[in-house]
């Protein structure tokens, strides 16, 4: 893998009210220009760390690749201040991607950009098939997973502008932590880490330090993924695509206090 860009970089600023100059530390974000086959998909701005992860975890969730078995290689190239993933996937997922191909322009704050049509968005998820163990999920062991993930937001520490996506067992052990400046970002690297190691398919939830989109929603419905716990509330969007879905929803997940909404 080429050698990537920092993904904190130092700044000058003054700090008031004492006006004293001191360097800080600041997000770096990115153009990561996503590749496939050698035809450009998408270009995101991200944090520029855990690519490859990030690029394995946008084609599951954004259903471009059925599996990981469709991906055969996965590369990254950087060049200044942007970055470059390309992914040799199946013929098959390829030229499903050409006949449906949009152009995209990701943004930190947008999971939809450049779609060109209404029916692109594809908003009616197929019901997951169900989870027992999810039915026995609680308040307390949603937020004590929650609780455990600042900790291990290592770079938001040091910049104070990164989401995160993290990985919790039934148990609400947390076991994985990824970090993005954008939430969709955050969680398509949760989603590749996950996938690279064989274990999206285990029981377990994702918690995120944000509210719950349409999107996040959307991507964990694709994968599977049983419940998905933010820190701030979702859209009645989100909450409609979940229901539909049979994803369990949670949000203002702030001790001692949880909401479910679905």
């Known amino acids: ?81 942007a ?34 049509s209404l029916s692109a968005l594809d908003l009616e998820p197929t019901p997951m098939p169900p989870q027992a163990w999810a039915a026995q999920l609680q308040a307390t062991t ?14 938001n520490a040091a910049c104070g502008s990164l989401h995160a996506a993290g990985w919790a067992t039934p148990e609400g052990v947390l076991t994985d932590v990824l970090e993005d400046v954008g939430r969709h970002n955050a969680l398509d690297k949760l989603l590749g880490q996950l996938a690279q190691a064989g274990r999206l398919g285990e029981p377990g939830f994702v918690v ?5 989109s349409y999107e996040l929603v959307r991507k964990c419905a694709r994968l599977n993924v049983a419940a998905l716990a933010t820190i701030s509330a979702p859209t009645a969007l989100a909450i409609r695509i979940a229901n539909t ?15 479910r909404y679905t």
């Open 83 to 116: 970055c470059e993933v390309q992914l040799d996937v199946s013929s098959r997922c390829f030229q499903r991607l050409k006949e449906r191909r949009r152009s995209l322009a990701g943004r930190t704050g947008c999971g939809v950009c450049g779609i060109d």
């Open 1 to 81: 893998m080429a050698e990537l860009p920092p993904p904190l970089l130092p700044h000058t600023v003054r700090r008031f009210p004492a006006d004293i100059a001191e360097t800080d530390q600041i997000a770096a974000e990115v153009p990561v220009a996503l590749v496939f086959n050698g035809i450009s998909h998408a270009v995101m701005m991200a944090t520029p760390q855990d690519l490859e992860a990030f690029a394995l975890g946008f084609a599951l969730s954004e259903g471009i690749l059925d599996s990981v078995a469709d991906c055969y290689g996965i590369e990254v190239q950087s060049s200044g201040d």
């Open 142 to 155: 949603v937020l004590q997973a929650l609780q455990a993930m600042p900790p291990l937001q290592v770079l």
């Open 245 to 259: 879905a049979g994803l369990q929803l949670w949000g203002l997940c702030r001790d001692p206090r949880a909401v």
């Open 208 to 212: 995120m330090s944000s509210r719950a």
